[in-house]
């Protein structure tokens, strides 16, 4: 009998009948899974594109009319000699064939162009001099960047976040809401004794702050089995996009593949995830009460 006054006096309203500890956690979970995923599905796209940029922007094709010897010879001499040229190499007609190859098919009577690949060694500010010195030096040489491709990345990237801004904020939607109707189904469960407690001198305050607390409580619990459940997901999407990105992959190995993979994981935005969850419980489940009480007749 003491125990079940003191159980009644910790949870006057019996809120631990009303809110279930299984439905809110499970419904702010899968929340909490999804924004995850969005977020990190974001983050993990700009730094592709930050990488991808990079060697794009840093990596230029010259092309040489009619390669003959002297022209190949004369146009390396050009870019080996250029300050912002990290490298300079001539690729063979075997190799341009062969990447020619399914467009042009075995077209082995078509002269094909010289290729030069250069890597540059900093951004490509003084590629406009230098194609014309090469011009000026062989006689219908270009270079190509891959300026397009860049801004294709760019607009890629921004694309993929703009997405993932709009998956986040409609997950945010969808658990405030889903706050919103458990609060009210809590509410309207423990009538009676909400209005007991109010006529007994109990404030909105009161009562809206121990429902608060344990919407809080139960949804930061959900948020932390999502962002659990999360872990595995991201370490395996880490684990993928490991080459993508330059990464080593362990060499094959499970344990070096592993803690690659678990190092790109956003620890801390998982860590974040459970006590934003709790605040956006608090939050709305103080503005559900609020209201609610004041409808109350």
Same mark, same amino acid.
């Given at each position: 009998?003491?125990?079940?006054?003191?159980?009644?006096?910790?949870?006057? %309203?019996?809120?631990?009948?009303?809110?279930?500890?299984?439905?809110?956690?499970?419904?702010?979970?899968?929340?909490?899974?999804?924004?995850?995923?969005? !977020?990190?599905?974001?983050?993990?796209?700009?730094?592709?594109?930050?990488?991808?940029?990079?060697?794009?922007?840093?990596?230029?094709?010259?092309?040489?009319?009619?390669?003959?010897?002297?022209?190949?010879?004369?146009?390396?001499?050009? @870019?080996?000699?250029?300050?912002?040229?990290?490298?300079?190499?001539?690729?063979?007609?075997?190799?341009?064939?062969?990447?020619?190859?399914?467009?042009?098919?075995?077209?082995?009577?078509?002269?094909?162009?010289?290729?030069?690949?250069?890597?540059?060694?900093?951004?490509?500010?003084?590629?406009?001099?230098?194609?014309?010195? @090469?011009?000026?030096?062989?006689?219908?040489?270009?270079?190509?960047?891959?300026?397009?491709?860049?801004?294709?990345?760019?607009?890629?990237?921004?694309?993929?976040?703009?997405?993932?801004?709009?998956?986040?904020?409609?997950?945010?939607?969808?658990?405030?809401?889903?706050?919103?109707?458990?609060?009210?189904?809590?509410?309207?469960?423990?009538?009676?004794?909400?209005?007991?407690?109010?006529? %007994?001198?109990?404030?909105?305050?009161?009562?809206?702050?121990?429902?608060?607390?344990?919407?809080?409580?139960?949804?930061? !619990?959900?948020? %932390?089995?999502?962002?659990?459940?999360?872990?595995?997901?991201?370490?395996?999407?880490?684990?993928?996009?490991?080459?993508?990105?330059?990464?080593?992959?362990?060499?094959?190995? @499970?344990?070096?593949?592993?803690?690659?993979?678990?190092?790109?994981?956003?620890?801390?935005? @998982?860590?974040?995830?459970?006590?934003?969850?709790?605040?956006?419980?608090?939050?709305?489940?103080?503005?559900?009460?609020?209201?609610?009480?004041?409808?109350?007749?």
């Amino acid at each position: 009998m003491a125990e079940r006054r003191r159980r009644i006096s910790r949870d006057p %309203l019996g809120l631990r009948r009303a809110l279930s500890d299984r439905l809110l956690p499970g419904l702010v979970g899968a929340m909490a899974l999804l924004a995850t995923l969005a !977020l990190a599905g974001a983050q993990g796209a700009d730094r592709l594109a930050d990488r991808w940029q990079a060697g794009a922007a840093a990596a230029v094709t010259a092309q040489v009319p009619d390669p003959t010897r002297e022209r190949m010879a004369a146009a390396m001499a050009v @870019l080996q000699g250029e300050r912002g040229v990290a490298s300079a190499t001539a690729v063979g007609p075997e190799r341009v064939a062969e990447l020619l190859r399914p467009w042009l098919g075995e077209a082995s009577s078509l002269i094909l162009p010289g290729v030069i690949e250069l890597h540059l060694a900093g951004v490509p500010e003084g590629l406009g001099r230098l194609a014309a010195r @090469l011009a000026e030096a062989v006689p219908g040489a270009e270079l190509e960047s891959h300026g397009l491709w860049v801004a294709r990345l760019s607009a890629l990237a921004r694309s993929v976040q703009g997405v993932a801004l709009a998956v986040l904020v409609l997950v945010a939607g969808v658990a405030v809401a889903v706050v919103a109707v458990a609060t009210r189904a809590g509410l309207a469960a423990r009538r009676e004794a909400i209005g007991v407690l109010h006529d %007994l001198g109990a404030t909105d305050r009161s009562i809206a702050g121990r429902f608060a607390r344990r919407v809080a409580m139960l949804a930061g !619990l959900g948020a %932390l089995g999502g962002a659990a459940v999360a872990v595995p997901a991201l370490a395996a999407l880490s684990g993928l996009a490991l080459p993508l990105s330059g990464g080593e992959a362990g060499g094959g190995a @499970l344990p070096g593949a592993l803690s690659g993979a678990l190092a790109e994981v956003p620890w801390a935005m @998982l860590a974040a995830l459970p006590p934003v969850a709790a605040l956006i419980g608090w939050g709305t489940a103080q503005a559900t009460v609020h209201r609610w009480l004041r409808n109350m007749p």
